[in-house]
């Protein structure tokens, strides 16, 4: 995982939750079937113009909700960079830090409109706007989370821990 | 400086003497909790990648509730795919067409009082209505911990809802586990534990308990608890547990976060409307909102005691004609017990179809999945938009009471006028 995120902003509202994310009713699908729904109860749009390297801004409680990684699995085939929200539910911030998906909290992300060019650096905590020429202040990661950040996600980290190459 | 039943539990399951809320600690997990939708068929790859061996197969318990019966083809492989990794590691714990998980772990005495559970679901947060310390987690977490047998947690703050009052007829756990999210917010309680305290909820059976600690989740908490007590105790017993029963409770100096305090006496039928679980308002607010299906079940609201509920007031009465009114039974065993009272019949014979124990329609899943424009009442425990199916659908949630008041008028309604006699809860 890069520490350094710069990427396109698609914007989202408060409480983009897992089954907007992720619909249950494709979630036995493989993956590519699944990405193809991503959003779309809110956002039509969002699935056929995504690019590798797009990030995500939005409001309160993103990903609130159910505990399906296949949220995470969606973004991740859609190659969303890193998330920017107000705040997180619980089980997606863990799941994401788990699956190598950067998210950071900014306390107020309104500042932030779609399509702006964001820079993200995920230890430092900081965000440029190269759009607006502004810059905020992030969350930094927790510190006991950064070893497992550095090697990409929980699996290669347990990899480590574990002693298997 | 006292300790909450949270840093209780975890400080057991961390091997320290205390624990304080903030403070990140390894702990054993003593149930690994997996369902056929977000279980082996996500897990298996990183697993056998990394050893594929288990921590303690004893310890893991695998329930086939979200692809039951399979609606596709994919569901069918995602079943089959489950069932085999379940022979193949010997586990002694597969469920699978008993009915959702967190019902199921409950009823076969998994869950005990003082125990950490770890489930790749959100609602594994039920639990706590025995007083477990039990939470979500997803599919890569459950990795490490099928391996390890331990995880990383941050020990919760507490929020202390307390309950005080006798219930009015009509108003039951879900009344009051709604009403409690709409004070808090969808988001209120995110990172912490809620514990339910008081007079009201000392006095729920534990068929009603379950449902508060099922929807902490949905005011984004960790975890919800109810301080376990002698209804817990005589709950396990008659489920064939016969180990000593640790019984154990919050300090009175223990320190919480917020301290929210309600009047059950003055509590209303409550209903969660479109798309959040917190856009909660009183039954009058709504009544006469117009419905195409009524959903009475899931491990929130299909217990024996709902089905009981939903019988006495469905007796000698008929469904609407518009509506269909589906009911799925929480588990087997209830189904059975159902059946044996006879209620299966009541319930047939006022329109109902009963469905079989699953996540069903419930997530969007099985049995009932709704289209563009139509409406639920449902006795579940999430109404986001697309969840019970089409994103132009519309899920209100309620009580069972209500749900099935709801289908005799085909329009939302109030369930007291329909409770003549004193309903046992």
Redesign the interface.
């Known amino acids: 995982m890069s520490f350094i995120i710069r990427g396109r902003v698609w914007k989202y509202g408060d409480n983009i939750n897992t089954d907007i994310i992720s619909p249950g009713q494709y979630m036995s699908y493989p993956v590519e079937k699944q990405a193809e729904h991503a959003m779309e109860a809110i956002d039509a749009e969002f699935a056929k113009k995504v690019q590798p390297g797009d990030l995500i801004v939005a409001g309160n409680n993103f990903g609130s909700g159910s505990s399906r990684e296949t949220a995470q699995m969606v973004l991740k085939y859609h190659q969303i960079g890193a998330i920017v929200a107000n705040s997180f539910a619980r089980i997606f911030y863990r799941n994401s830090i788990n699956v190598g998906l950067p998210v950071v909290e900014m306390l107020d992300t309104s500042v932030i409109d779609e399509g702006d060019e964001i820079e993200i650096n995920l230890f430092e905590g900081k965000i440029i706007n190269h759009t607006k020429g502004e810059e905020y202040n992030g969350t930094k990661l927790p510190e006991h989370l950064i070893e497992m950040v550095k090697v990409g996600g929980l699996e290669p980290y347990l990899a480590k821990k574990l002693g298997i190459s | 400086m006292g300790m909450t039943m949270s840093e209780k539990i975890l400080a057991k399951a961390s091997g320290n003497a205390s624990v304080k809320a903030g403070e990140?600690v390894w702990v054993k997990v003593d149930i690994a909790l997996m369902h056929d939708?977000?279980g082996p068929w996500?897990v298996d790859g990183?697993f056998r990648?990394?050893?594929g061996k288990l921590f303690d197969s004893e310890k893991v318990v695998v329930v086939s509730d979200h692809?039951t019966p399979p609606a596709?083809v994919?569901?069918a492989?995602?079943l089959k795919f489950t069932r085999d990794w379940a022979r193949n590691h010997d586990l002694p714990y597969y469920y699978e067409f008993e009915g959702p998980c967190h019902q199921v772990i409950v009823e076969h005495g998994h869950v005990r009082p003082g125990r950490l559970i770890l489930?790749?679901?959100?609602h594994?947060c039920m639990a706590g209505g025995l007083g477990a310390f039990a939470?979500?987690?997803?599919?890569?977490?459950m990795?490490?911990v099928l391996?390890?047998g331990e995880t990383?947690l941050k020990v919760p703050e507490t929020i202390k809802v307390v309950w005080d009052g006798k219930l009015p007829e009509g108003v039951y756990a879900k009344d009051i586990v709604l009403n409690t999210i709409k004070e808090l917010g969808?988001?209120g309680a995110?990172?912490q534990t809620i514990e339910f305290s008081g007079s009201a909820i000392k006095e729920l059976s534990m068929d009603e308990r379950l449902v508060l600690s099922n929807m902490a989740v949905e005011a984004?908490a960790?975890t919800g608890l109810i301080e376990p007590d002698e209804t817990v105790v005589e709950y396990l017993r008659s489920k064939g547990v016969t180990d000593d029963i640790e019984l154990f409770a919050s300090d009175e100096d223990a320190v919480y976060s917020r301290l929210l305090h309600f009047d059950a006496s003055k509590l209303e039928p409550q209903v969660a409307c479109p798309h959040?679980v917190d856009n909660v308002h009183p039954v009058s607010v709504v009544e006469g909102k117009s419905v195409d299906q009524v959903y009475l079940g899931s491990c929130t609201n299909g217990r024996i005691n709902d089905l009981r509920i939903a019988a006495e007031i469905l007796k000698g009465r008929k469904i609407a004609k518009n509506v269909r009114c589906l009911v799925v039974p929480a588990s087997q065993h209830v189904w059975m017990q159902a059946n044996k009272e006879g209620i299966l019949t009541i319930l047939a014979e006022a329109g109902c179809i009963v469905n079989m124990p699953s996540c069903g329609a419930c997530?969007?899943?099985t049995s009932g999945?709704i289209g563009a424009g139509e409406v639920v009442m449902s006795s579940s425990n999430?109404n986001?938009?697309?969840?019970m199916?089409s994103?132009e659908g519309e899920v209100y949630l309620a009580s069972p009471a209500t749900v099935v008041a709801t289908a005799i008028e085909g329009k939302i309604a109030d369930p007291r006028k329909y409770l003549k006699r004193e309903v046992m809860h």
């Open positions: 990140i939708l977000l996500l990183g990648r990394l050893g692809c596709t994919q569901q492989d995602i489930g790749t679901d959100s594994t939470t979500g987690i997803g599919s890569t977490e990795i490490g391996l390890t990383w969808h988001a995110t990172y984004g960790k959040e997530g969007g899943f999945v999430r986001f938009r697309g969840r199916g994103s």
